[in-house]
């Protein structure tokens, strides 16, 4: 079992956090409900005679059902990897030119993204998201509130944001989006003429620069028609520094999608989404968007 899980993610095992992420999982279900660690203690009170690892209710049941459950996901990833990317020949893989990446027709579509908003900061902004008219779209709504809390840290509120979950797959590996054959992010969307945000979110694995964020502001003309945004790459900057970093593509990484709110106007909102793609477009060959500056070189 060990030496599937270092085949499966060999990388992984070259930090003690990562270690202790794959063993949990692992352990889980066989632990059932049950804790490795002792709970809280209230000052004062008298600290637990009994080990905590004798509260353990080992469930080989639960463990061995984990198990059968990982090792057909592994089953299947490995054959759709030795077939090509996604289970598909290579061939079409590279003649493909769209993709569909989310689409909204039911509640387990929706379950696939979280939504956030200023209240936990404090604030006093309302979002949510459920599905559109005949099941066809997502419906993210609510109300943007620009009332900062009164903390005495907080300076600025009013946002609400809905973001993709991230991936995993056997084991609880991380999985990384491939978009290395399109150059465009591909949106149907219906808005109500207010600005959006759209977030793709890093986490580099050989990078100093954790959490950087491209963004692309997408702006809804409102109405009762639907608009087909198409989003270069180059179009994105990022904006997690308060600079542009040229030939940066969000392409490669790791990253998770957004849509965020924050006009500093009080009121309701809404926004529906039909489906998220991407796109090859042929006739797009801008690599970057924005003026870059040579660095000073020593002589």
Request: charged fraction near 30%; hydrophobic fraction near 25%.
């Given at each position: 079992m060990a030496l599937a899980v270092m085949l499966l993610n060999g990388s992984?095992?070259?930090?003690?956090?990562?270690?202790?992420?794959?063993?949990?999982?692992?352990?889980?279900?066989?632990?059932?409900?049950?804790?490795?660690?002792s709970s809280y203690r209230r000052p004062g009170a008298e600290p637990e005679k009994k080990p905590s690892w004798q509260n353990a209710d080992f469930s080989f049941k639960k463990g061995i059902d984990h198990l059968k459950t990982q090792l057909s996901l592994l089953k299947k990833e490995t054959q759709d990897y030795l077939k090509g990317p996604r289970g598909h020949p290579v061939s079409q893989h590279l003649l493909e030119q769209t993709k569909v990446l989310w689409q909204f027709r039911s509640q387990e579509d929706l379950n696939k993204w979280v939504i956030s908003s200023d209240v936990e900061i404090g604030g006093k902004s309302k979002v949510y998201i459920k599905l559109g008219r005949n099941n066809q779209a997502a419906l993210l709504y609510g109300t943007l509130n620009t009332e900062v809390p009164?903390?005495?840290?907080?300076k600025y509120s009013g946002y609400c944001s809905m973001r993709s979950r991230p991936v995993v797959g056997s084991f609880n590996r991380k999985k990384y989006y491939d978009w290395s054959n399109f150059n465009s992010l591909y949106l149907r969307v219906r808005g109500d003429g207010r600005p959006w945000m759209v977030n793709i979110y890093t986490d580099p694995y050989f990078s100093h620069q954790k959490d950087d964020l491209y963004s692309y502001f997408m702006f809804t003309r409102g109405g009762p028609y639907w608009e087909e945004i198409k989003i270069p790459f180059s179009k994105f900057f990022l904006s997690s520094r308060g600079r542009v970093q040229d030939n940066q593509h969000p392409v490669w990484l790791d990253k998770t999608l957004g849509f965020s709110i924050g006009d500093k106007v009080d009121g309701p909102f809404q926004l529906e989404i039909d489906f998220i793609g991407l796109l090859n477009?042929?006739?797009?060959?801008?690599?970057?968007?924005?003026?870059?500056?040579?660095?000073?070189?020593?002589v």
């Open positions: 992984s095992f070259h930090s003690g956090c990562c270690r202790h992420k794959v063993l949990l999982s692992l352990l889980g279900p066989l632990l059932g409900n049950s804790k490795l660690y009164r903390d005495g840290e907080t477009d042929r006739a797009h060959r801008e690599e970057f968007a924005y003026e870059t500056y040579d660095k000073n070189t020593p």
